[in-house]
């Protein structure tokens, strides 16, 4: 039988050692984070297909509001603007012999928007200029319902006209006023 | 006595081999370590990105949401506006038939257009003439007409014709609005 060197168990504890560590340490430590990280690594994946999808929707959103904001823009404007009575006036003073504009002060909310009612009088020398001024009104600074009650009374060449409107804008309008109001 | 001409060497625990295993095993171990460190370090840079993607998909879903507000505010005011261009269209139609329907024989001087109705001032040769060219028509828009004469000083007569619809003139804009 051949003698076992110092060497020999030197080396052999060593090993056993050695395997020991390795043992313990792949159990207790290198599995469980391998195991950790295969799952992160997939869950990380799902999170960035998840993400770019989110990213697609958003530009595809944002691509559909500039859409719609291009396209309404006259509309969106109009419905920011304050109604001034004076600029009304000066806008369509043209078309009537005369044009009276007061606004009454009963705001009130209509679908979500502010409603003003406007008391108009006016001059005219035919019911086409009221025609034309219907078909003007649509095209607007203002988002303007022309109401009831319309009435025209016949003075020698002229007629003379009355009739309400109703003055549409954003709802922080009424805020704005009540604050006026106040 | 000596038994050998050279000196003895000094023995060491760290023979060649021994150094070579445990080089190896250095290096073994090295590998192992270095191989954890890495999946921590991974494992936490996953965790640091998987919170910053929570974070970003937080900060899309709100913008999507003010945008689809947005989006939803303009719709509602494109489709406010184009009631109410439609209505004026509809109320411009409303008021040239009216006067269309006037004949030349009578002349009128005062018109109201009321919710639900129409009241007419004016002046027409005869009854006749008003009962035929004037009446008949509002009859057949109107649910409910009601008529008062008066001698005027040339000897026409003053009419007021009074012609209420049971629904309201508005309701019906409204309806052809929708329809349109």
Not at chain 1, 21 to 35: D, H, M, T
Not at chain 2, 38 to 66: G, P, V
Request: no cysteine; charged share 25%.
């Amino acid at each position: 039988m051949s003698k076992i060197t110092r060497q020999s168990i030197y080396i052999l504890i060593i090993s056993v050692f050695l395997f020991i560590f390795v043992l313990v340490f792949s159990f207790s430590s290198l599995i469980p984070e391998g195991k950790e990280y295969r799952k992160e690594k997939t869950q990380l994946l799902a999170q960035r297909q998840d993400l770019q999808r989110y990213q697609d929707f958003e530009a595809q959103t944002y691509d559909t509001l500039k859409k719609l904001q291009a396209n309404n823009r006259h509309i969106i404007a109009a419905f920011d603007k304050e109604f001034l009575p004076e600029r009304f006036v000066k806008k369509y003073k043209s078309s009537f012999n005369s044009l009276d504009v007061t606004k009454v002060q009963t705001l009130d909310l209509e679908e979500g928007f502010s409603v003003y009612d406007v008391k108009t009088s006016s001059q005219i020398s035919s019911p086409a200029v009221f025609y034309k001024f219907l078909d003007e009104i649509n095209k607007s600074d203002w988002i303007i319902a022309v109401n009831f009650p319309i009435e025209f009374v016949r003075d020698g060449e002229v007629l003379n006209s009355s009739f309400k409107m109703k003055v549409y804008s954003n709802s922080k309008d009424l805020n704005r006023s009540k604050l006026v109001k106040k | 006595m000596k038994y050998s001409y050279i000196k003895p060497r000094r023995k060491s625990m760290l023979t060649p081999e021994i150094k070579l295993v445990v080089t190896f095993f250095a290096m073994t171990l090295f590998m192992l370590i270095s191989t954890y460190v890495f999946l921590l370090i991974k494992n936490s840079q996953f965790q640091q990105e998987e919170i910053d993607i929570i974070e970003a998909k937080y900060n899309i879903e709100r913008n999507i949401k003010i945008m689809e507000i947005k989006i939803i505010y303009i719709e509602k005011q494109n489709a406010l506006s184009q009631k109410i261009f439609t209505k004026n269209s509809v109320l411009k139609d409303s008021i040239k038939n009216l006067f269309d329907l006037v004949p030349q024989r009578i002349t009128l001087s005062k018109a109201e257009l009321l919710k639900n109705g129409l009241v007419l001032y004016g002046i027409t040769p005869n009854k006749d003439v008003y009962n035929f060219m004037l009446h008949a028509p509002l009859r057949s828009i109107f649910h409910r007409t009601y008529s008062s004469f008066y001698p005027a000083k040339n000897g026409w007569l003053k009419f007021v014709s009074t012609n209420y619809m049971d629904n309201d003139i508005e309701k019906i804009m409204n309806e052809e609005t929708n329809d349109e």
